[in-house]
């Protein structure tokens, strides 16, 4: 399995957004001074300044961390948390929650609770020479099969996507689904294949590699 690059690696606080401001302070100055600290391209005039998500956005800015490269950052506050999303690791995302954590506190005594609930949501495109048809051969016969039926079809058929969901898919809270799909638009023979899954960004390329084991053994 080789990595092409990490899409997304999401840390998500949950946590309710009022006990980080017991007191009803302002924080028209505060979004300000995130979007300054930061260097954020684009951020909210104002706590009224929601996006689609109903979330204040803070899109495109810059953090150095512990591994002193700038990396881009985008931050997300909702009224049950905060989102933290780089294309690194989700240990930077992390890593920039914690930054943005410790000045909140120190500066404006904003402390965010440590009781909060933890998610992460990483998204990876790699290669793998490997292909999906392996989790059963005899879907190769199936895949000519469907081929032959659809007449119209010029090219082969091949197993485009497996998933694995929780049974409280789509509820509020529920964990998102595990994706291994082959990437859109790239040919077969490119082996370029898409995964998210909601695991830290180190668990999630093991996972990977555990998952193109099993297809090798056939």
Known sequence: MNVLFVGLARTIWLFELARLNPTGMSLKAVIEEIGKRYRFAKAPANELDLDEQRSLAFKAGTFTGARKVSIIVGLN???????????????????????????????????????????????????????????????????????????????PYEVGSIQFWTEDIGKPGSASPVKIERKVSAPFSANHYFSQAPLPTKAHMELLNEFEAILKQR
Do not use: C, H, M
Request: net charge negative; proline share 1%; no cysteine.
């Open 77 to 155: 506050i909702y009224n049950d948390g905060l989102a933290a999303d780089t294309v690194s690791s989700t240990d930077e995302s992390t890593e920039f929650l914690l930054d943005l954590a410790k000045w909140l506190n120190d500066t404006y005594g904003l402390a965010v609770p440590k009781e909060r609930r933890v998610i992460y949501l990483s998204q990876i495109d790699f290669q793998s020479e490997v292909s999906l048809i392996n989790l059963n051969r005899r879907l190769e016969a199936f895949a000519e099969n469907l081929q032959n039926l659809a007449k119209s079809a010029d090219k």
